[in-house]
């Protein structure tokens, strides 16, 4: 029986009397958004100087380019104060954006080229132009249209309580902080195995603007004048177009999930391995910084990855140093596409299947992964986000076809206990309903959000770009119909003065070149 060691495990803990420990995990939300001029282009302005210091407010920031928005929630202890907390970030920054709009889909809006996508700027300060130049490098590396897609990061950690409780059940002695680091990285594992499970259900991004290719050659179908798209696509964000490590293969770097020492040397590796492709670029040129490095990863971050282990950052230090004298303290799905439907891209009834998918990805057994299943794994979420819609649709497991119909409904059968347990201690039938509301997606694709997209598009007759600019003024409008509660706007605002300070000294302090500055972080 595939997941009776699952079964144990929940069992054990409901049984225990401390099932109640599920109840306080901390749930983090991380949304990006690409700020759109009236004319339906990529905004050309600064980071609103109202929203504070990109480089150091805590919500509010900017990701690859000054107009791709980044709204971040602190830890929360619930889905709704999480939701709610994002609620109030999109309305403050609304309050500050005059005449642009928040696009409400992950594939951008009507591009002219890369040299129309501004890069994210952070001030003078060494960690500040680190940050600009990393992106900068992103742009040579990959081209600037691919790094302005959107999408949704969902942070997720169990409480202490829990892990002292698991931790017993499982009959543990070691240290607990290695038992904990251990069991995210079986997470993990587990997370990539079923993580198709997510652009399946979740994808939002079937079809992309014509000017997003610029004219490249695609196997993509054409929409109509402006559109492309493919017939069975839920997610062409994580597919080919999207941002992968398209040089993987050819570097033969892969990151290395058995434990989480591999996964730290696997990607340190990478780092301070040079790469001829990039050495061509150049790092400094004509005195001007064009990459941080030649090496197959500038940094941790530029690894693409559907999830990631993760612990907080203390300063200016590296994310592999933190997780090798830490451990993993949280676990953050990248694989979110943003919601069309919803203001905040992202609704409760994901987040209750997103938490659920979690413990059934912890409590199920988790080997650690085979060369093949690597390619299984890498196979199946370019399937299901060029195909995923494909009547009769077969993924790979262990070596053999199976219907994806199949085994999303094994597993979805499989998470009802859970999601029931998790209903029971959150006094809620959030988590039952949302399995409920999946199962139906799996049993009719027409029901996920990516067939509704191009239906909504067929019957408005309409392409992308008009229903992706239709859905983020109706956004627009829903922002303007709500008020913001004086206290989360006062804190909003302090943080906003607070980080524009904190960017300053920053910048005062400086003591050491920009050269040092990169010797001193590398040398970690």
Known sequence: MPYHKLEQRLSAIRDSGQADVLSNPLIGLEKESLRVAESGGISQRRHPASLGSALTNPYITTDFSEALTELITPPC??????????????????????????????????????????????????????????????????????????????????????????????????DQQDFISERYMGLVRNLMRFGWLIPYLFGASPAVCKSFIHGKQTMMSSFNETTAYEPFATSLRMGDIGYTNNKESMAGIKANYDSLQTYVDSLRCAIETPFDDYEKIGVKVDGEYRQLNANILQIENEYYSTVRPKQILIGNEKPTTALAERGVQYIEIRSLDVNAYDPLGINEEQLHFLETFVLFCLLHDSPVLTPSEINEIDMNIVQVAHLGRQPGLKLTRNDEAIELKQWAGEVLDTMRAIAECLDEVNNTDGYTHSINTQNTCIQDPEKTESALILNDMRKNNEGFFHFARRMSLKHHEYFNSIKLDPARKTLFEDAAIYSIEQQHQIESEDRISFDEFLNQYFAQ
């Not at 002219?112 to 490098?137: D, F, H, W």
């Not at 790094?147 to 059940?169: C, P, R």
Request: aromatic share 14%; glycine share 10%.
């Open 77 to 174: 202890k619930s889905i709704s104060d999480a939701l709610g907390f994002l609620t109030d970030i999109h309305k403050f920054v609304y309050d500050q954006l005059r005449d642009e709009i928040l696009w409400a889909t992950s594939m951008p809006c009507v591009l002219e080229g890369g040299s129309r996508i501004p890069i994210a700027q952070y001030g003078s300060s060494n960690a500040g132009l680190m940050k600009t130049v990393y992106r900068r490098g992103l742009g040579y590396r990959y081209g600037r249209s691919m790094q302005v897609i959107a999408g949704v990061h969902f942070n997720y950690s169990f409480s202490d309580e829990f892990w002292t409780l698991f931790q017993s059940l499982e009959g543990s002695t070691e």
